[in-house]
Structures are given as structure tokens and as C-alpha cells.
């Protein structure tokens, strides 16, 4: 079946650290990947998507490149703010799973000034 | 802001319980999808409402039930509360049933049970 895992939290950086969150997924066919992210007291918000293999997704400085090859979408960005302290969800969605979305567990970060 | 709202944000109910969660969408969107997220764990999809109609339906006994308005607004009920279901509810609207990048999340009700 579809599956999506995410490597586990909490991560702690320090202002203007380079993030890395790794995600990978199980799938039949190609699958669509998103990062979702949600601070803390609001609700989920799309952060960036790739919809084909090779395809990067980018947004507010965080980057994600779709490798079929690895069957990843790790999450990057160069220079976390305190601002980014929030969990961050990876998620597929796929043809063969009526299109509904199966996410990650969430991975949990925290920035330091 | 999403413009999606949910009610109410916080509740607290007892083992064997009912509670029902409400949910308006973005203005102009005609479906509602409903998830539980416990702590620590990823949202768990739980159902679809698409023009009145439940639209796909996740891994919930049928204790969980929900209704969709002309309004497409929805309410999301749950009979026989048990303690696991303590945890965040999440609607999100979109326009369609495609999901995906196109789901507008409201910020939960955290529901307790005791």
C-alpha cells in the first residue's frame, strides 16, 4: 500500500542552521508529494509540492526535490529562523488511493536564537 | 487565514458520550474532508463529504458519522466515545474531490475524552 515515513523529531537547531528532514514513500504509479507545515495553534498549511519525479518544490526558502529513484522528498532549507519552529508533515496522494491524502507521522522542529 | 472555521476549539467529554464537531468551509468550496490526529501521530483521513454525499470514507468504525449542509458546511459526530479518541479534529475544504494541494485546513477542535 501507500505510505509515507518521515524521520522522527524532535530536531533542534540553532539560528541560521541548514535543515534537512528526510522523507521517503511507498507507492504504485506516481504519486504526487507534498510538505505541509503547522505552527503551533494553527492549522495545517501547504508548504510546497512536486507532482512528477525531478520535479522541486520550493516556498519561503525550504526546498524539496521528487527522486523516484530513492523514492524520496526530503525537505531543505539553508538558514532557519525562529520562525520555523513548527512540525512538519510530508504527504503523498495517489490515483490508486482515491486521491486522498496519507501523510507522515510529522517531525517536530524547534530554532534557537 | 484559510477561511475555513471550526467549532469548538476545545472540548472535553466522558467515555460513552456523543459530541458533535462542526466545521464551515472557504466560501465557494463544495467539500469537506475530515481527519483525527493524535499526538505525536500525522492526520488520519476519516472521511469526505462532496455535495451533500459522503465521498470516500477512511479506516473509522461507523460510530463515526458526519453530514454536509446545502451551505456545505458539516458536522462531524461521534457516538460511544472511547478514550483513544481523544485528538485533534481537522476539516479541510477544497472545491472538488481531488485533494491534495487544493485542501484548506481549519486550525482543529482538540477533543478530550475522560
Known amino acids: 500500500g501507500n505510505s509515507v515515513t518521515q524521520m522522527e523529531g524532535p530536531v533542534t537547531l540553532s539560528e541560521e542552521a541548514f535543515l534537512t528532514i528526510n522523507c521517503t514513500y511507498t507507492?504504485?504509479?506516481?504519486?504526487?508529494l507534498f510538505w505541509y507545515v503547522q505552527y503551533p495553534g494553527e492549522g495545517l498549511q501547504l508548504l510546497l509540492k512536486?507532482?512528477?519525479a525531478d520535479d522541486k518544490g520550493s516556498n519561503k526558502g525550504f526546498e524539496a526535490t521528487y527522486r523516484k529513484e530513492t523514492t524520496s522528498f526530503h525537505l531543505e532549507k539553508g538558514s532557519v529562523q525562529v520562525s520555523d519552529s513548527a512540525v512538519y508533515f510530508c504527504?503523498?496522494?495517489?490515483?490508486?488511493?482515491?486521491?486522498?491524502?496519507?501523510w507522515g507521522l510529522g517531525t517536530s522542529l524547534a530554532v534557537n536564537p | 487565514e484559510t477561511g475555513v472555521t471550526q467549532s469548538p476549539t476545545h472540548l472535553i467529554k466522558t467515555r460513552g458520550q456523543q459530541v458533535t464537531l462542526r466545521c464551515s468551509s472557504q466560501?465557494?468550496?463544495?467539500?469537506v474532508s475530515w481527519y483525527q490526529q493524535a499526538l505525536g501521530q500525522g492526520p488520519q483521513f476519516i472521511f469526505q463529504?462532496?455535495?451533500?454525499?459522503?465521498?470516500g470514507r477512511g479506516n473509522f468504525p461507523p460510530r463515526f458519522s458526519g453530514l454536509q449542509f446545502p451551505n456545505y458546511s458539516s458536522e462531524l459526530n461521534v457516538n460511544a466515545l472511547e478514550l483513544d479518541d481523544s485528538a485533534l479534529y481537522l476539516c479541510?475544504?477544497?472545491?472538488?474531490?481531488?485533494?491534495?494541494?487544493?485542501?484548506?485546513f481549519g486550525s482543529g477542535t482538540q477533543l478530550s475524552v475522560l
Open positions: 463529504y462532496y455535495r451533500e454525499e459522503e465521498n
Open positions: 507507492a504504485t504509479g506516481y504519486p504526487s
Open positions: 512536486a507532482t512528477k
Open positions: 466560501s465557494g468550496h463544495n467539500t
Open positions: 479541510a475544504s477544497s472545491l472538488g474531490s481531488q485533494g491534495g494541494e487544493k485542501l484548506f
Open positions: 504527504a503523498l496522494i495517489n490515483a490508486g488511493n482515491n486521491r486522498k491524502l496519507i
